[in-house]
Structures are given as C-alpha cells and as structure tokens.
C-alpha cells in the first residue's frame, strides 16, 4: 500500500521525537526483564539451595564425643561433625571450615570444588581483599591455592560472630579445606550438625552427653537474616521497575496521541482522497508496531549485556549461586504491553480525528481555538512576556499536565535512589552517631563487680520471644547513662523503665507484655514493656541494671560489659569479644559502597528519561506552535526571546512534578518497607536528605537547560516564509 | 534616502529543477512613497516583498534600504532589521489566536521602546472598543486592522502588505486602503503594497508590474487618486 510508504518519511522527519519513544520503551521494558529475571533466578536459585545444601536444623556442642552412627540409626536423623578454625591473613580473619558431605554442603559460586592443598573462599572476602581464583596464600604456616568462590550455609551472610549486625568483608571471610588440611591446625574447635526430628533426639543427647550449646538455624543470623534478604529481595526489586514500567506507559499513551494528533492535516488530506476509517487507523497502527519492535529489541540488547553484571552484583552481595540466564518472557510481556498500550493511544487519536470531516481535518484544527473561562482572565496590569506566558499555559493545559506527569516520573525513580541513600544515612546518624556515645565496647566471658572497674558497666543477656521465636538482646544499664543516649522524640530519657527499639515494636507490634525465652537456661520470664525509643535497628530491649540482674538471678552489682572512651587494659581471658565504634561505622561504609554506584546508575537514568519527555513535549510545543514562532521571528523577535516566550512557562509544572514525586515516593517506599523489610532488623525511616532533594531538582533544571538550547535550533529552522504560505493555503 | 534593488534574482531549487521565482530585477524608490507590485499569481510579488521586508535572502543581486545592504546582513543583524525597521500585513492577518486584540499589538509595541501608544494605535485603526477580544471574535476586516495596528505599532520606516484586501469584501476593502493611506499621509511611512488588482494601485505613487520573476513596467503614477474614489 502507497500509504506506508509514508511511514519512513514522517519518522525520519521527526526522528527525534520517534527515537526518544523507542528508548522509554527500551529503558521500562529492559529494566522490568532485568529485574523480573533477576527475581525469578533468585528464586529459583534460593530453592535450589537448600535442597542442594542440606542446611542443617540446628548445631550443637557436648561435653562427651557422640557416637554417630548409633544416635543416626536410633533416631533417623543425620549427624556431622564439622571443625573450624580462626586463622589471621594480612590484617584480617579467615574462618577456616572443614569441607563436608552430607550436611551444610558448601556451593560453589565460582570455580571448582577444593582438593587437598586447595582453599575456596566466600566472595566478598576474596574481593575486598583482592584475592583471585588460582591465587596462593599461606595461612599461619600452610600454603594453599584458590580453586574458587564458595557460599557456605550456615554462613551465608559471613558475620564473625553471632551479634554483628553487618559483615565486613574487609576484616571478616570464611573459607573451606578439606578435612585433612584442616587437622594440620592446633587450637580447632568443631560442631555438630543434625539434620532430622530433632526434638526428640535432643533430649536423648543431653542426658547422655550433656549439651554445652545448642542452636537451632531459626536463630543462626548468618543464615536467618541472609535468608530473609534473598526473600525480599525479588519483592523489592520487582516493584520499584514496576511502578516505572506503569508510570512510562501512562506516559508513552500521552505522548504518542498528541504526535498522532500532529499529523491531523495529514490524516484529513488521507479521508479527502477517499481512503476510509478503517484504512487510515490501521496506517496509523504501524507507528506503535514499529515504536514496540524495535524498542523491544533494543530492550533485549540492554539486557542481555547488564543481566550477568547486575546479577553479580546481587551474588555478590548475598553470597549465593544464582544463574544469569534473561527470562525472554519477560520481555515478550513488555513487548505485548508496548504494543497493545500505544496501539491504542494510536487509535483513539486518530479515532478522535476522524471523527470529524476531511475539511475541518484540513484547516489543522478540531475545534476552533476554544475560548475557556479562563481567558477572560484580566491580565492588563501584567507585563507583556508574563501575560503571553499565561495565555500560553491556558491554551495549553493538556501539554502542561503532560510535563507534569513526565517530570513526575522521571523523578520518582531518582527519588527513590536519593531516598535509599538518605534513610540509610539518617539510620546511620540516628542509631549509631547519635545513639551510641562510646568509642569501644568490651563483652566479658564472665561477670564482675561494677565497681570493680572505673568504667560504666552494663549487663547484656540474650532471650528469644516465644510467640516469634526472635532473638532479643536485653541490656542492663545505668539509670544515667553516658554512654548511649536513648531518645524520645528531641527528649533524651533516662533508663528507669523498659524500653523497646523501634525496630523491634514495629517487628512484635506490640508493646506491652513479652514472653521471653532465657537462651542459656530456657527459662522463661515475662516483661512489661513500658516505652519505645527511637532506635532503628536491632531486637533491642534496655532496662535497669539492677533490674535486669534481679529477672535472671544475677548479683545486683554484676555486669559482664564496659563502655569506654579509650581502648582499655583488661586481661585478655576476660573478654569475649570487643568492638570499636569507628569499625563499626567503616563497615556500613563498606557494605553501602554498592548503593553509591546504584544512585549514580539511577541518576543518569532519570536523567535520560527527563530529557527524553522533556525534549519531546518541548518539541510538540513548538510543532503546534509552528505559526505562532514564526509570526514572532517575522516581527524581530530573536530565538531566544522565543524561546523564553514558549518555553519558560515548562518550569513551573516541572517543579510541580518534582515536588508532588517526593511524597508519593515516600508514601510508596514506606509501603513497600513496611511489607518486606521488616523481618530485617531495621527499621528504615524514610527520609529524603533537603540536599538531595535540591541536587535532584538540579538535575531536572538542567535537563530544561538542555531542552531549551536544543529548542532554540528547532526554532531557528522554522522558515519564516514556508510557514506564511502554508496558512495561506 | 531611497529603496534599491540590485540586480536581485531568487532562485528557488527543487531537487535538479531551478526555479526562478526573481530574474535579475532593478528598480528604485523613494522614501515615503506607496508602491504598488501588481502582476498574476505566481509571478514573484510575495517573493519580492519578503526579501526586502527581510524574511528571505536573495541569491544574488543587493538591496539596499535606509542605508543597509541586506545581502550583507547576517542572521542576527536581518532580524534586528525587520525588528526596528520593518512592519508586516498579511493577507491571512496572521494574528496569534491566543492573545486579544490588544495583546496582539502588544506583542510588537514589546520590541521597540519608541513603539507608539497602543491604545492609540487602535484607536487611529477605529478598534479601540474591542481591544479586550480574541482574533476568533472579530471580523476579518477588524482582523486585519489589529494586523495593521501590529505593524504600525513600532513606527516602522517600512510597511509591507501582501494582498491586504483579498481576503474582504468591497467595503472593508476601502476603509483598509483609507488606513493605509492615512499611515502613509501621517507617518511618512513607505509602504509597498502587493495586490492582482490593478485598481488599487492607482492609489499609490509607483507601479511596478511584474510577470514571471520579471519586471515588464516601473510607472511613476501623476494622476495618483485618493483610496476613497478606487473602484473595481
Ligand atoms: N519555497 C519555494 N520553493 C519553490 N518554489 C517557490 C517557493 N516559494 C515560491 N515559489 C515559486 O515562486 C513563484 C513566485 O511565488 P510568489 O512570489 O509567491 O508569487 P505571487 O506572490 O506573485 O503569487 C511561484 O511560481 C512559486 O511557485
Ligand atoms: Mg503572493
């Protein structure tokens, strides 16, 4: 049919505005493919894992060697005995763990599974310490060569110990070696792994071995939290592209109905000549076509090279194996949307068009230019440049709400990045810089006399609820208290009754009584919870010292830790383990490393999609303002008077877009938050840093800048001469 | 001072085809006087005015306008030209549909801080009552008033009407022509009017005839007639 023949020229006439749809719909459907892939891989790999590892039901210590193969036969359960020990490379510690076979099966990441004399580490340790596959390094005396990147189950999330909140791979990796290498070590510890009907098992073993420790996985962080995480994660990641993939969409539908109302003159001189409706809208369909395939493509080849990079990220970050395959699918679905979505925007423009005769199409316009209520507006006292500003907007209310909604986009997902960094940031200031007012905490293997020392004591003792089976940590700590500041709201409070972090009250909802499980002796004891601080993380309980001592039968006076300003000379038995505050904080700085990149990626994004609408609505504007500009340039006017005269209206709906995106950004985040992270012990507030929120503002001013100067050549080829002739037509 | 034009030609290019739309014209004028460019459709009339009102460039051949050589122009300095020196009427009057009557004289009174006073500006074109309406609300003969009152607003030395009555009736015709008239007697503005009517043109002081992108006549017109007694 002569009439596609047209299609080629009236896309290469406006290339720009047809190139800038492609890529939205290149950029949405990619970045839902990629992050719906990563989600379905992580699934698949999640469920995967514990079937392939054989993760244990709990680890457990006893007094007395076990007999194995009796307890397996006896109870049908499985048993391992596993050893690990701690040895020092660089500055650093490896946990060395024995390679096993039948329970907690470590997984290779990368490379092969170890043979004597090899070692393969987890990855993130390997990385921070710049260690690759095939590298050589000693530990304490024996020489081993990396065959690979290994998760281990039972350290997924490779904490050092039980109670720290962040891993940092800097200071911290674990590594396995075979059973034979790891014998060459003094100073070995072991566990036994069970796998099985435990509860009655565990009552046998006690009375016959005496259990020293018993953990069950439920309250193995290590396990528990990165579980969780890689849980939440495809939630998470799902809906953030989602909400873009449906704000670009909305989009996409509103600007290709007005670049097919563009062509009305086109569309009238088709019907004049005797095309019919149906013929003309099925012409028209083949612009969504083209727009869908060919961003659908594009879409393909920004996924196939970001999904293994971006994969990695997330394998690194969590510490398990998970396939990089695309799931075409996803992009079929996006490719079906794009279709069916401009397909439709496409009819109903030209659905509207023809609506109307061939010569009404052919004057170029629908309606006779409307006088609405609002041009009555006396506008006398005004100067010249701002009434014609207003007159501009009245005229062009639709354009308006479609840059709003633009802007409004492209900032939501920029916001959604500064609004990461900034909640991250304020949990930082609020739970570490502003809660915690030492410089190192020590944790005694036993407890002393507070008076003993010249330092503030505090006792800490570790319950479960029973209801969730959380872990809580209750500290006993002086009524006044130097060394953390709990606050309510801008009041600071003293502790003279219970209080729960915030962290914790939004995890229990509740607080009033918990039951609580004594984790070294079973006991269980109820607490009234009084208040709630203002402290995000952690399953956090404080209360008297005194009073604490009294609930667990302990000597009044005791304490089994001391907060300090300065490093402190206590022998060395005594302590359990202790923490620097300054290490601390550079471990969150290392673990949040990742985000820095992210914001930048999602920076440069929104950008690209500002500029994207920008431009195209910029460009619409001058296109139906075609007469207009060039009766100006015919009177003198310079293309930059134009240009502020018919663009500079474009700020306030862009600021109005930016500003109606920040609550809508918190009120989702808060929404997606509040449903899957709150079994993480944070609880994150959403904040969006004033800083933040003016550089984002800055980055959209910009993308105005940029449409202006582009503007101003667009304005300058509009032929002063052409355009007289055409109207006189 | 006087309008000169050069050795002008206006080549127009469609793929290999050369079109000549000006063929290496000559003519002069002087200032204040109304000059009538007659010929069929399609013999260059509009191309003419357009190159001197500074809207197009001639591909070769000077014109020269109080002083200024507009061959010699750039880009820039063309549009200062037309800004301070130049006023245009259009057949369509070419008003901009969103702004009032007023504003649309606005629009142009913005750009010289000698502009004349709007309100008179309307007044002196009898619209100074409807000032407040939109194009869409006002005839075409009150149309293309506010479109004189646009291009007299800035006290241009030069006013360029293309066809500024083919778009009205008889009668509107003639109270447009009086205005024009009555700029000229006032303002001392030259005014080269483009027009198919013979008739007309024997208001004007100069007649050039034009066919096929050439002169064929330059007339000094002595029994110059005032626009009310022009009949067609
Ligand atoms: N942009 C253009 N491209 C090609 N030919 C043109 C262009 N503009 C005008 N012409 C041609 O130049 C000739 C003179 O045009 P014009 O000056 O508008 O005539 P008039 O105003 O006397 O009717 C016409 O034949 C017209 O077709
Ligand atoms: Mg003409």
């Known amino acids: ?729 | 001072m006087s309008i000169q034009f050069i050795g002008v030609t206006k080549e127009y290019k469609n793929g290999s085809n050369i079109f000549l739309a000006l063929n290496n014209i000559s003519f002069e004028a002087k200032e204040g006087e109304i000059v009538a460019i007659v010929g069929p459709s399609g013999s260059g009339k509009s191309t003419l005015l357009n190159l001197l009102g500074g809207l197009d460039r001639a591909t070769s051949g000077e014109i020269i306008f109080d002083g200024l050589n507009l061959s010699a122009l750039s880009d820039k300095e063309l549009t200062k030209y037309r800004r301070d020196k130049v006023g245009f009427v259009f057949q369509f009057y070419n008003l901009i549909p969103n702004l009032t009557a007023y504003e649309n004289v606005e629009v142009a009174a913005e750009l010289n801080k000698n502009s004349l006073k709007i309100d008179e500006v309307l007044e002196a074109v009898g619209l100074l009552d409807k000032k407040d309406k939109f194009p869409q609300e006002l005839s075409g003969g009150e149309q293309q008033r506010v479109s004189i009152a646009r291009a007299i607003v800035k006290s241009p030395k030069l006013l360029l009407c293309d066809e500024p009555t083919g778009a009205l009736d008889y009668k509107t015709s003639k109270e447009v022509l009086e205005l024009i008239d009555k700029i000229n007697q006032i303002y001392k503005t030259t005014i080269f009017i483009v027009t198919h009517n013979t008739s007309i043109a024997s208001m004007c002081h100069r007649i050039i005839r034009l066919r096929s992108g050439q002169i064929i006549e330059i007339k000094e017109n002595i029994n110059r007639i005032s626009p009310k007694e022009v009949e067609w």
């Open chain 1, 1 to 729: 049919m002569i009439l596609n023949k047209r299609i080629k020229r009236v896309i290469t006439l406006n290339k720009a505005q047809y190139i800038g749809l492609i890529f939205l719909v290149a950029l949405s459907i990619s970045l839902y493919t990629i992050f719906s892939s990563l989600a379905f891989n992580f699934n698949k790999a999640t469920s995967d894992y514990s079937r392939t590892t054989n993760i244990e039901d709990a680890k457990f210590l006893t007094l007395k060697d076990l007999d194995i193969n009796y307890i397996e036969n006896t109870f049908n359960v499985e048993i391992e005995k596993r050893h690990e020990v701690d040895v020092s490379y660089k500055s650093s510690t490896i946990r060395l763990i024995e390679l096993t076979n039948k329970i907690n099966i470590p997984l290779m990441i990368e490379g092969n599974l170890i043979k004597e004399g090899e070692i393969a580490l987890n990855p993130a340790y390997a990385k921070a310490n710049n260690i690759k596959i095939g590298d050589f390094i000693e530990l304490e005396g024996f020489k081993y060569k990396v065959s690979g990147f290994v998760s281990i189950p039972d350290y997924i999330y490779p904490t050092k110990s039980l109670s720290d909140l962040m891993a940092d791979p800097t200071k911290f990796g674990v590594a396995i070696i075979t059973s034979k290498d790891i014998l060459k070590y003094n100073n070995l510890t072991y566990f036994y792994s069970i796998k099985g009907d435990v509860e009655k098992v565990k009552k046998y073993i006690d009375e016959n071995y005496k259990i020293l420790m018993w953990q069950d996985i439920q309250d193995n962080l290590r396990y528990v939290l990165a579980k969780k995480k890689i849980e939440q994660l495809p939630q998470l990641s799902v809906k953030i592209p989602l909400l873009f993939f449906t704000l670009t969409f909305i989009l996409l539908f509103i600007l290709l109905r007005r670049i097919i109302k563009l062509e009305i003159k086109e569309i009238g001189t088709l019907y004049a000549l005797g095309y019919t409706k149906l013929e003309i809208q099925k012409h028209y369909l083949f612009y969504p076509l083209i727009i869908s395939i060919i961003g659908s493509i594009l879409a393909t080849l920004f996924t196939i090279t970001l999904q293994k990079p971006l994969t990695n990220y997330y394998v690194f970050y969590f510490n398990i194996p998970v396939q990089s395959d695309v799931k075409y699918k996803f992009i079929l679905y996006g490719l079906l949307e794009s279709i069916i979505i401009l397909s439709l925007a496409s009819y109903t423009a030209s659905q509207t068009l023809l609506k109307h005769s061939p010569t009404t199409l052919l004057r170029g316009k629908i309606s006779k230019d409307r006088l609405t209520f609002l041009s009555g507006l006396n506008l006398e006292k005004l100067k010249f440049n701002q009434k014609f500003k207003i007159r501009e907007s009245i005229r062009g209310i639709s354009k308006i709400l479609t840059l709003i909604f633009g802007i409004f986009t492209a900032s939501t997902l920029l916001l959604v990045g500064f609004a990461a960094k900034g909640s991250i940031d304020a949990l930082i200031n609020k739970t570490i810089k502003n809660t915690l007012n030492y410089k190192y905490v020590y944790y005694l293997n036993q407890n002393i006399n507070k008076n003993s020392i010249n330092q503030e004591g505090f006792k800490i003792a570790y319950f479960k609820d029973k209801n969730s089976n959380e872990n809580i940590i209750v500290y006993g700590l002086e009524e006044n208290t130097k060394s953390l500041k709990l606050k309510k709201g801008k009041e600071e409070v003293k502790v003279d009754k219970i209080y729960i972090t915030n962290s914790l009250y939004e995890k229990l909802n509740k607080k009033n009584n918990i039951e609580l499980i004594n984790l070294f002796n079973n006991q269980e004891l109820e607490l009234k919870i009084d208040d709630v601080v203002d402290v995000y993380t952690g399953n956090v309980i404080y209360m008297p010292l005194e009073d604490l001592n009294k609930i667990i039968n302990e000597e009044r006076n005791s304490i089994n830790g001391i907060f300090s300003q300065q490093p402190l000379n206590i022998d060395s038995k005594l302590i359990l383990k202790y923490e620097s505050i300054d290490e601390t904080l550079k471990s969150f700085d290392i673990a949040l490393e990742p985000v820095k990149y992210m914001l930048v990626a999602m920076g440069i994004l929104s950008f690209i999609i500002a500029l994207i609408v920008v431009y195209i609505v910029t460009s619409l504007i001058i296109e139906e303002n075609k007469y207009t500009i060039s009766m100006l340039k015919v009177l003198g006017y310079y293309e930059n008077e134009i240009n502020s005269l018919m663009l500079s209206f474009m700020l306030l709906p862009s600021v109005l877009g930016y500003v109606l995106s920040i609550p809508f950004v918190k009120g989702f985040l808060n929404s997606i938050l509040k449903t899957s992270l709150k079994d993480i012990n944070l609880a994150i507030p959403i904040e969006i840093n004033p800083i933040y929120s003016l550089f984002g503002f800055a980055i959209i001013y910009t993308v105005l800048l940029v449409s202006k100067y582009i503007s101003r050549k667009r304005i300058f080829k509009i032929s002063m001469v052409d355009i007289l002739k055409l109207q006189n037509e």
